[in-house]
């Protein structure tokens, strides 16, 4: 159970750092290499976002439920800002792994807006799919942009955007 215990306090030391210095840095000998530790990260990542799934409970009102996923997802940013450093240097590395792994993530949130309006069976001026993706890109876009804001995220401002946008699209 030690082994176990030291790798988390090393997983949860990682977040922490790739937050403040991004991914370089020394190798642990708990872990074979680097991409082992981002690797954790990102599975735990996976995790994350299908426990959040799972919990989701619907309103019945497709601009709430929206709202709500807005919601989780900037819940997850906050749990996890080292996704978001690990994103923004694998966008500008070759490494295909770790894009593909990032990219698994992207879809996880995806199927997690899709599901909640295909459980739903809510009617959208637009495709679902189309709907889902162009939700998913707002979210990211969102991160992006206040990343480089120096007041960092508005989550109320976001949401309340997100509600917009889910009217303007269910009309």
Do not use: W
């Amino acid at each position: 159970m030690a082994v176990e215990e030291t790798r988390r306090r090393i997983i949860r030391a990682f977040r922490i750092l790739a937050v403040q210095n991004g991914i370089k840095g020394t190798i642990f000998r708990y872990f074979k290499t680097k991409q082992e530790i981002i690797d954790t990260v990102v599975e735990e990542g996976h995790q994350s976002i299908e426990q959040l799934g799972a919990n989701f409970q619907s309103k019945g009102d497709f601009v709430s439920d929206m709202r709500a996923v807005a919601q989780l997802f900037c819940q997850y940013v906050s749990d996890h800002p080292e996704i978001i450093v690990l994103g923004n240097e694998v966008s500008n590395s070759p490494d295909a792994k770790s894009i593909s792994q990032l990219d698994a993530l992207i879809d996880n949130f995806y199927d997690l807006t899709f599901n909640v309006i295909n459980d739903n069976n809510y009617q959208l001026a637009i495709d679902i799919d189309v709907f889902a993706q162009s939700f998913v890109y707002l979210c990211l876009g969102y991160v992006d942009v206040a990343l480089l804001d120096e007041n960092g995220f508005d989550d109320e401002t976001f949401i309340n955007n997100v509600g917009q946008f889910s009217i303007l699209l269910s009309e």
